[in-house]
């Protein structure tokens, strides 16, 4: 596509083309009797200038690129900074001069475009990351979450424990230094793993990409618009008509940049996104030409997604078929998106292309979180059967056997009849006695308390409403930074800053007891799952786990003994109060074993 008009070049008067089908772009002027020509490369222009609206003067100023590195020396013979080159150019039509500046600033603003792009994918390709594949195959859900699958996984397992600093110590302590097996920890632990390859498996779904991206316009007429690469995949997929277009042009005609700020100026990118398009919208030349192909993915996409419905069952398609229902054509008032002259506005084809992509959308998560089996399954076998005429077939009839059960009451009423007086006897009872016990307690209820005895003046009454109002203001001002469910009145959020209680010991000894604790514990609970088990082939990790418990109990006295040698002795005794339940305990399972033990032998 070209843009052209008059303009004046050094005294001479002429036309300016611009010719944007050319890569790169550029700006031709030449003369009116065609002698002389003067061409610009646009990708080489810094600077545009304008004379401003109020000015009598139409004037335009292309300034080229300076390059730093080569040397100009001066009539003196000094080195001097080279001057950039200038074009100008003059006009008689202001229309025609803001028509060549607006096509101008977009052209030189798209290669600017390139030049940061460039320099930005250097220092990505500089500091990129690998991406991270998916800790689980969420295409087949349920048997990533099994037992089996959880326990193999090391990537979920690393990735657990890096998210979790207090599990990453228990597992350093239990497994990397006390040699307990990586699958018995992780046995006690599938929920936690399975908890967390379904929080971080999950991802956002297809969604129309093109709505949620508004491309703003700057002051240089410069379209800005924030394309992160998921967005861009999302784009690719949604719409294949924009892979192709992308395809087709890049790196061939034009870069990646440039081609997006053509394909968001586009009447292309209107189009996707459901927009009217209006006969004086501004387009791209080279995109716009996808305009056309585009109807025929959309028709490719039609035979797709048309779900074929047997005549003889399609009631609502019988109906909306009847001619006679329907008579003549409907007046253009009842027919949707056609004016009054007969012309299709685009209503329909806007709604039938948000239609169409719902539905691509929609087909593109079924083989997503284990729905690949419900392809499996006949989804019309429910309507089948009931469109199916049981008229003829024999009805069933449910047959039942009538059962008397004698009821250990029926009994006893049957065996009374005989001595009823007996029965009277043993069940007999004062009815004045208990009405009178109940009265006692409805009349111990229903007394009333005088709350104006509870305080004794008045100063006492408004010192306790000062504490209220205080305390009221207080949790008001903590309920803005916190997760308060209302109907409970709890806070659900998690805090990162919540307060310990307080100790007397230092806080490293403090971290140290607990890592500890939490180690025998982890042992504890490994070896009484074994242990209770009863099955001979778990004896040598019984046997295993034994000789740990022992070590995790030299380990507690090595540290009593270390502490009470460094430091107080009343400090010794705080870490001894701390640990003594879970040395008990390590005892009486070492008990247990060794009883256990002299039986066998």
Request: some cysteine.
């Amino acid at each position: 596509m070209s843009h052209s008009g008059a303009a004046t070049f050094k005294k001479v008067s002429g036309i300016i083309t611009i010719n944007e089908d050319a890569s790169p772009a550029e700006l031709i002027w030449r003369s009116t009797d065609g002698d002389k020509t003067h061409t610009i490369i646009l990708d080489g222009i810094d600077k545009l200038q304008a004379t401003p609206v109020t000015s009598e003067k139409m004037m335009l100023r292309l300034m080229s690129k300076v390059d730093e590195n080569k040397k100009v020396k001066d009539n003196e013979g000094n080195e001097a900074p080279p001057k950039p080159q200038t074009h100008m150019f003059s006009f008689n039509n202001r229309t025609v001069m803001d028509n060549i500046k607006t096509t101008l600033q977009l052209i030189i603003s798209r290669y600017k475009d390139d030049e940061l792009y460039e320099e930005k994918r250097k220092s990505d390709m500089a500091n990129e990351k690998q991406i991270s594949a998916p800790l689980i195959n969420t295409a087949k859900l349920d048997d990533s979450l099994s037992k089996a699958k959880l326990l193999t996984n090391l990537k979920l397992q690393q990735s657990l424990l890096k998210n979790n600093k207090n599990l990453m110590k228990t597992f350093q302590e239990t497994v990397i230094h006390s040699g307990l097996l990586a699958d018995e920890f992780w046995s006690t632990r599938i929920p936690l793993l399975r908890a967390f390859a379904l929080s971080t498996s999950q991802k956002i779904g297809p969604y129309n990409v093109l709505s949620t991206i508004k491309p703003v316009a700057s002051s240089e007429n410069k379209v800005n618009v924030n394309l992160s690469r998921e967005k861009i995949y999302s784009i690719f997929e949604n719409y294949p008509i924009v892979k192709k277009a992308y395809d087709d042009n890049v790196p061939k005609n034009f870069k990646e940049p440039e081609f997006w700020a053509r394909f968001f100026s586009s009447k292309l990118f209107r189009k996707l996104r459901g927009e009217k398009i209006m006969q004086n919208d501004r387009g791209d030349v080279i995109i716009d030409r996808y305009l056309t192909l585009d109807q025929e993915y959309d028709r490719q996409d039609d035979i797709k997604l048309t779900h074929p419905v047997q005549k003889f069952i399609d009631i609502d398609g019988n109906k909306q078929d009847d001619p006679v229902k329907f008579g003549n054509k409907p007046d253009f008032t009842m027919q949707p998106g056609v004016d009054i002259n007969g012309n299709n506005d685009g209503t329909v084809d806007i709604l039938k292309g948000m239609n169409r992509l719902s539905e691509k959308m929609v087909m593109a998560l079924e083989t997503e979180y284990s729905r690949s089996t419900l392809q499996q399954e006949d989804p019309e076998k429910e309507e089948r059967e009931n469109l199916e005429i049981h008229d003829l077939n024999a009805t069933y009839h449910a047959d039942y056997a009538l059962v008397h059960l004698k009821t250990r009451r029926d009994k006893e009423t049957s065996s009374s009849t005989n001595d009823g007086d007996v029965v009277n006897k043993k069940g007999a009872f004062d009815s004045d006695a208990v009405k009178q016990e109940i009265s006692t307690v409805l009349n111990s209820l229903i007394n009333t308390l005088d709350l104006s005895k509870m305080i004794p003046d008045d100063s006492t009454s408004s010192e306790i409403s000062k504490r209220i109002n205080s305390a009221v203001k207080t949790n008001a001002k903590q309920a803005k930074h916190n997760t308060v469910d209302s109907l409970m009145g709890a806070f659900v959020g998690n805090r990162t800053d919540e307060i310990e209680a307080s100790s007397t010991i230092p806080p490293d000894l403090l971290e140290s007891c607990r890592i500890l604790h939490s180690t025998c514990c982890e042992f504890l609970k490994h070896f009484y799952i074994h242990f209770q088990s009863g099955l001979a082939k778990r004896a040598s990790t019984v046997k295993k786990l034994y000789n740990n418990l022992k070590d995790c109990m030299d380990k507690l006295k090595e540290l009593f003994h270390d502490v009470r040698q460094g430091d107080s002795q009343e400090m010794a005794e705080t870490c001894e109060a701390y640990l003594n339940p879970i040395l008990h305990s390590i005892t009486t399972a070492i008990k247990k074993y060794d009883s256990l033990l002299e039986q066998a032998s």
